[in-house]
């Protein structure tokens, strides 16, 4: 949104004679509290399903009664006020977030726009565990009616079941259902002979693709001709191909339109997919793989197809960089979380296009059994390649496949610990990453010894370094006693009569762990000389800008 379209926003909400149901004014002079925040933004997000709007806000820098703008300093630095997205997505349902959070600059002072998105339709938003609303200005529990109310809509309302009143068969591509037809074939190999008989309503219908000869949405998306797309404006049913260079320009694109069940093999061919190589240790000959597995693609693609919600009228993109590919598709991610997913290995009980997934089942397009994500997560592991990221934020589903070994150490952990769960290698691929892990994953590796250090600064544990023959890279990483630091500068300044700040730097840097950056390290030795000074052993005999620091005798 622009400037000018916030402040027409702003002043038209600040015109309402009352805050209503999806609308929050809170003044936040200085600081609000975060569970009461999560819990505006589960009501507010409920409210604004309930009440058929794409929208609720939530606004700081007002004064409640007259909703005259105070300004508020709420998180001013813009870093920590955009962490706050993946603060409350953490405590949502299906990691539900804020759609953005804009800053206005008005001459009473700044104000803050919470633009909160209405629950996804079947999916009522908790947070922490609980499901709030509002009772006309009154933050309250949402009651059991609405919660169901918000759920019927799972089962009601299916876009990619409706009929396309005045589409035929004639709409649809020849080649494609030939496909499909063999497809099924392959997935139902006990009807094969059945198929065949069958004439081509009869075939779609049995598919679960045309509901009783009457052409759907999910029949333009797969078997559509291209021409067709048009029945099911102002959806777009388009997967964009993007080629870029390492520098992130642009190389090379494709749109490809109707029939998805032709234009995966399409997409998928314009891949490169190079060969990767890699020298296993204790060997001078390279391992050579194919930098994705065929399957991860097809699976990552058809997923797209499959869970895109095309009332948000996008495309799907697939974004091929020189050793990563970038799938995205619009919507939430329904399960919530892809651990969930990889952990329970289980099918969804809910399923945004429901007749569309069925149908892809069908047509061995999509694995509806569970197990596709967590095929694309193991065929990673057994390349020592790092997991797939997967962002669930901004309304959308961003789906990141490495192509390349980040850290030849990790890929050794891999190699070698047999016996470690994928679980347990998603967590410690977060390390790798530097992703910050939750209390869970923090407990369970600490617990199990495969990782040391202090938040957000983990390591690789003793127990993993011996395994993985990272001895020397743990002892760099873990810190000497901090009696060590302050005997090592109590002797060099005795042997030097004095050192400046400098010499100790230098003294000290390479000695403290690996982990800290620059700023944590001046940070420690700081720390050192001051407790050195309180116990009176050691004495600044220069200036505060230039110290020369000397014993105290």
């Known amino acids: 949104m622009t400037i000018t379209e916030l402040k027409h926003i702003l002043h038209s909400l600040l015109n309402l004679t009352a805050e209503n149901e999806i609308v929050e004014f809170k003044e936040a002079k200085t600081n609000f509290d975060f569970t009461k925040l999560g819990k505006y933004f589960s009501a507010l997000s409920n409210e604004a399903n309930l009440k058929g709007n794409q929208y609720a806000w939530l606004i700081f820098g007002i004064e409640n ?164 797309e048009h029945f099911i404006n102002p959806a777009e049913v388009k997967i964009r191909w993007l080629l870029k260079d390492t520098n992130s320009n642009d190389k090379d694109y494709a749109i490809f339109g109707c029939p998805m069940i032709l234009v995966v093999d399409k997409v998928y061919a314009k891949i490169r997919n190079l060969k990767y190589r890699y020298i296993h240790e204790g060997t001078l000959f390279p391992d050579e793989v194919n930098q994705y597995e065929p399957y991860s693609i097809r699976e990552a693609l058809n997923n797209c197809i499959a869970h895109q919600d095309y009332t948000k009228h996008g495309r799907i993109n697939v974004v091929e960089m020189d050793d990563q590919l970038i799938f995205t598709n619009l919507g939430s991610f329904i399960p919530g979380s892809v651990e969930k997913v990889v952990k329970e290995d289980a099918p969804e009980e809910h399923y945004r296009n429901r007749f569309l997934a069925t149908a892809m089942f069908n047509l061995k397009m999509v694995d509806t059994a569970g197990g596709g994500i967590k095929k694309i997560f193991n065929f990673q592991r057994e390349r020592f390649f790092p997991m797939p990221d997967y962002d669930l934020s901004g309304g959308k589903v961003k789906v990141t496949i490495p192509g390349k070994i980040l850290n030849m150490e990790y890929a050794r ?125 050691i004495i600044n005999k220069g200036t505060l800008k230039n110290p020369q620091w000397s014993l105290d005798i």
Do not use: C
């Not at 410690?428 to 199990?448: A, G, I, N, P």
């Not at 230098?506 to 620059?518: F, S, V």
């Open 413 to 537: 952990i891999l190699a070698r610990n047999k016996e470690l769960t994928l679980e347990e290698i998603m967590m410690l691929d977060k390390v790798q990453k530097k992703q910050t892990l939750t209390e869970f994953e923090e407990k369970h590796l600490k617990v199990k010894k495969l990782i040391e250090g202090r938040k957000p600064n983990y390591f690789i544990g003793i127990k993993v370094a011996e395994k993985t023959g990272q001895k020397a890279t743990y002892s760099k990483n873990k810190a000497f006693d901090k009696s060590y630091y302050l005997d090592l500068i109590e002797k060099a300044i005795r042997e030097h009569k004095y050192l400046k700040r400098s010499d100790i730097d230098e003294l000290l840097w390479k000695k403290l762990p690996d982990w800290m950056n620059d700023k944590q390290k001046k940070s420690k030795i700081g720390n050192l000389l001051s407790e050195l000074r309180i116990k009176e052993i």
């Open 65 to 228: 009664k007259n909703h005259h703008i105070i300004g508020s300093h709420y998180r001013l630095i813009r870093k920590d006020l955009d962490s706050l997205k993946s603060e409350i997505a953490n405590k949502t349902t299906n990691r539900i977030t804020f759609v953005e959070i804009h800053e206005l600059n008005e001459p009473e002072g700044r104000v803050l726009m919470f633009q909160i998105p209405a629950a996804p339709k079947g999916f009522p938003i908790a947070f922490d565990g609980h499901y709030y609303g509002r009772d006309n200005e009154e933050l309250s529990p949402l009651n059991l009616e609405e919660i169901e109310r918000i759920r019927a809509q799972a089962t009601t309302e299916d876009w990619s079941a409706a009929i396309v009143s005045d589409a035929t068969i004639e709409d649809l591509d020849e080649d494609a259902i030939a496909i499909a037809r063999k497809n099924y074939k392959n997935k139902f190999p006990e009807k094969a002979f059945d198929v065949d008989t069958w004439d081509d309503i009869t075939f779609l219908n049995k598919a679960k693709i045309t509901i009783k000869g009457k052409i759907t949405r999910t029949a333009i998306i797969l078997l559509g001709k291209e021409e067709s």
